[in-house]
Nanobody, 123 residues
Framework: QEQLVESGGGLAQAGGSLRLSCAAS????????LGWWRQALGKKREFVAA????????YYADSVKGRSTISRDNAKNTVYLQISNLKPEDTAVYYC????????????????WGQGTQVTVSS
């Protein structure tokens, strides 16, 4: 069974940082691109960052560019998202997702989704 499980969310203060993890199982992780998405209450799900299968292509949304790092460890079947200088507008449920091709910010390209982890940033 294909599965993605996010962890690392929680409550953080503005200006702080968080590192989210997403553990994969049930599919050939090192052949898939991975992405992070987020959805704030009452808003559409939006793209955050994506990384291709071997980490040589990385893409960020403008909203997090310069203060976020996406990375992956294919030996551990895990993808990470570090966000620094957190802002209240980063508050959202964060999802990781997998796509067979590098889908960048094209949501329909992602075929496997995790259940999400809540990140709340207080001012």
């Amino acid at each position: 069974q294909e599965q993605l499980v996010e962890s690392g969310g929680g409550l953080a203060q503005a200006g702080g940082s968080l590192r989210l993890s997403c553990a994969a199982s049930g599919f050939t992780f090192n052949t898939y691109a991975l992405g992070w998405w987020r959805q704030a209450l009452g808003k559409k799900r939006e793209f955050v960052a994506a990384i291709n299968y071997n980490s040589d292509t990385i893409y960020y949304a403008d909203s997090v560019k310069g203060r976020s790092t996406i990375s992956r460890d294919n030996a551990k079947n895990t993808v990470y998202l570090q966000i620094s200088n957190l802002k209240p507008e980063d508050t959202a449920v964060y999802y990781c997702a997998a796509s067979e091709l590098m889908s960048y910010d094209y949501m329909r390209g992602y075929t496997i989704w995790g259940q999400g982890t809540q990140v709340t940033v207080s001012s």
